[in-house]
């Protein structure tokens, strides 16, 4: 995974030392500040420019910027800087708070976003980082601001052969001068491997699936083994021999083969009981022999979202060398109609002992989880567990893509995710469950049925999926609004955001470390 643009973390005197240094005419240089409510700046800043104060002054009444939080003023050979452009970006927050600083921590993740935005490729910058109103926690600010940065730097093209000539430059090398420069380093360095767990995640969600089959997938997170990560894949044969039938009867339509991923981070105590993630991998869900209209099917290469914010949060995890035990499970599959596909009607028995009459072959995603989550629970017999699913159209018909749906049996372990959401930005909204909605499930038939009836359609996937944790902490993230077809945002322009990542990874640093 490499980033988009190359960072050195300097002292505000390196950073401007740096700034002496003679321009290379090949890669002009750009100089980055921040302006706060009417142009205010810092006074190293003001002192800095202090040649250039009567242009920036003119340009910015012809622009009428005034130094607003997401707006930006882009000055051409400024005067008394050794530098062709001068940046400023703007950090006032809009009218109900009067204050210079960015409002929230999690803004200087989108004002690293918006800087990287305009910075463009190809280019060589400096960017002073010293606010208006200086952060509290500078060094951390910057690492925050760093991340938002290469999050927007990401770019999903190496299927475009033919590129724009600013394309072709190379990333961006950017020297951030920060007040704290010796924490912001190691801070930064995190964030560095944060952003790469993030865009691996983006990348496996973007990958098509005749690139990205359930073997292929495997073969990535296995990769995750250059970070100490245990690897360990079960292949059809080995699933059988545990019953996985729900899983492998998803599978069996596809010419390729199914696995089941384990992902081990030991990094706390010797023998203690892990947290568990899990992720839905279905390399892409045509719905099966229920099979799925064609409008917008392209779209389902996205199905294994899930899988990969679970193989991004070991990513980061085990990158920063975590103090935790925290497993990962990924059940990959492909759902394809065939002579050999389940059908309607169908009735398996899932590893649990349990057995699912299939009513739905496009409600595949249970199928592959109430598996997984037995298997995690036999093997490893976690404190707690949290799926992650593009589980629910429904979901999105909720709460569209701003949040993600939030399914417990646990109130602390809702609690936990929904803080952990809030300080990344990856928000949840908790949804009811109970023995009325699980009724919608049982089965003439069997031990129950794959779907509930047309209304609440989340929950029930969600009560089918409790059906498979007993009474094991459980929470269950149904991200088909969140995890794919993202909005554009500050620190995301690809279609696969990458959803659950920081979420998870500050889940296990705020509550399962130490
Ligand atoms: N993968 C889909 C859910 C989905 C829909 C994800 C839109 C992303 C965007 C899931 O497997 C599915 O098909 N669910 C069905 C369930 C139904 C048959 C009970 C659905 O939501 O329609
Ligand atoms: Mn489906
Ligand atoms: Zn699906």
């Given amino acids: 995974m490499s980033l988009n643009a190359k960072l050195e973390v300097l002292s505000y005197d390196e950073a401007e030392a740096a700034l002496r240094a003679p321009e290379d005419v090949s890669r002009s240089r750009t100089l980055v500040v921040f302006a706060g409510t009417d142009l205010a700046m810092s006074d190293r800043v003001k002192e800095l420019l202090k040649e250039a104060q009567a242009q920036i002054g003119r340009a910015a009444a012809a622009a009428k910027f005034k130094g607003k939080s997401g707006s930006s003023l882009e000055i051409l050979a400024p005067v008394g800087v050794l530098a062709s452009r001068l940046l400023l970006i703007g950090v006032a927050a809009g009218n109900c708070d009067e204050s210079d600083k960015p409002a929230k921590f999690d803004d200087y993740l989108s004002l690293g976003g918006q800087t990287a935005s305009k910075l463009g490729q190809g280019a060589a ?200 035990n925290v497993v990962g499970v990924l059940g990959i599959v492909e759902n394809m109609p065939g002579g050999k596909a389940q059908r309607p009607g169908d009735i398996v028995k899932s590893m649990s002992g349990q057995t699912i009459e299939v009513i739905n072959t496009d409600a ?62 990856e928000k949840l909204w908790r949804f009811p469950m109970g023995p009325s909605y699980d009724r919608l499930i049982d089965s003439k038939f069997a031990d129950m049925k794959n779907t509930g009836g047309r209304h609440g359609g989340s929950i029930t996937a969600a009560q089918f999926l409790a059906r498979f944790v007993g009474k094991t902490p459980w929470a269950h993230l149904d991200i088909a609004g969140t995890g794919m077809g993202s909005p554009a945002s500050d620190i995301n322009q690809s279609w696969g955001s990458g959803f659950g990542v920081r979420l998870l990874d500050r889940l296990v640093k705020d509550c399962y470390e130490g």
């Fill in 125 to 324: 910058a400096v960017v002073l980082f010293d606010l208006p109103e200086a952060p509290s926690e500078p060094a951390a600010a910057a690492a925050q601001f760093a991340l938002g940065g290469w999050l927007r730097a990401y770019k999903f093209d190496q299927y475009k052969t033919k590129k724009k000539d600013e394309e072709k430059d190379g990333p961006v090398e950017i020297k951030l001068g920060v007040a704290d420069a010796e924490s912001a380093k190691s801070l930064v360095a995190e964030a560095g491997s944060t952003a790469e767990a993030v865009i691996l995640a983006r990348t496996l969600v973007n990958e098509p699936a005749n690139v990205l089959s359930p073997t292929e997938f495997a073969r990535r997170a296995s990769e995750l083994m250059k970070l100490g990560v245990e690897v360990e894949i079960l292949d059809e044969k080995a699933m059988a021999e545990l019953g996985m039938r729900a899983l492998l009867g998803v599978g069996q339509g596809s010419d390729n083969e199914s696995r089941l991923v384990v992902l081990r981070w030991n990094g706390g105590e010797a023998g203690a009981a892990p947290i568990a993630f899990v992720g839905k991998g279905v390399v892409f869900d045509t719905g099966g022999i229920s099979i799925k209209p064609a409008a917008s099917m392209e779209d389902m290469k996205g199905d294994m979202a899930g899988a990969a914010a679970v193989t991004g949060a070991l990513y980061a995890i085990a990158a920063r060398k975590a103090k935790a």
């Fill in 364 to 425: 595949e995603g249970r199928l592959v989880l109430a598996d997984a989550l037995t298997y995690v629970i036999e093997k490893h017999k976690p404190v707690a567990i949290v799926d992650l699913a593009t589980l629910t159209g429904a979901i999105l018909v909720a709460l569209g893509q701003e949040y993600a749906g939030l399914f417990s049996n646990d109130d602390e372990l809702s609690e936990r995710l929904t803080k952990a959401g809030t300080a990344t930005g």
